[in-house]
């Protein structure tokens, strides 16, 4: 287990994910932010998180594309807007977490989380791998 040192570092780049998902980050910056090497802080990361810096990035930008969609946003603004630059990167991960595609997922209703506090619909809309979702035992 990481000590509370590393572990503060390892948030400060967590927090940088989550603050500026749309920019163009990698692990050379984030490490940076972290105070370590690439490698050193890929590790740590993974150890910490339970996944890559690169997953957690693609799983806020899914996040974040999942209530643009939801406003009724254009799948490619949706693409464009969390910081991915290739539509079909894109949708492919975004079908992995979600289990549907973009446009399936814009097209549904979603009158549900409308009614819901905004803490509550980031909860309950969160994206989970779909493997991790089969493989985990129902609560």
Do not use: N, W
Request: glycine share 4%; charged share 25%.
């Amino acid at each position: 287990m990481a000590d509370l040192a590393t572990l503060t570092h390892l948030r400060r780049a967590r927090d940088l994910i989550d603050r500026e998902y749309a920019r163009p980050l990698d692990v050379p910056t984030l490490a940076r932010h972290a105070h370590m090497s690439p490698a050193h802080f890929s590790r740590q990361f993974r150890a910490a998180y339970g996944e890559t810096p690169y997953s957690y990035l693609m799983t806020r930008r899914v996040e974040r594309a999942m209530a643009l969609l939801r406003a009724g946003v254009s799948v490619t603004d949706a693409c464009m807007a969390v910081g991915c630059t290739s539509l079909g990167s894109f949708s492919s991960r975004f079908t992995e977490l979600v289990g549907e595609t973009p446009s399936a997922y814009r097209a549904r209703e979603h009158q549900a989380v409308t009614a819901m506090a905004p803490c509550v619909v980031k909860i309950r809309t969160r994206p989970v791998r779909i493997r991790e979702a089969r493989s985990s035992p129902a609560a």
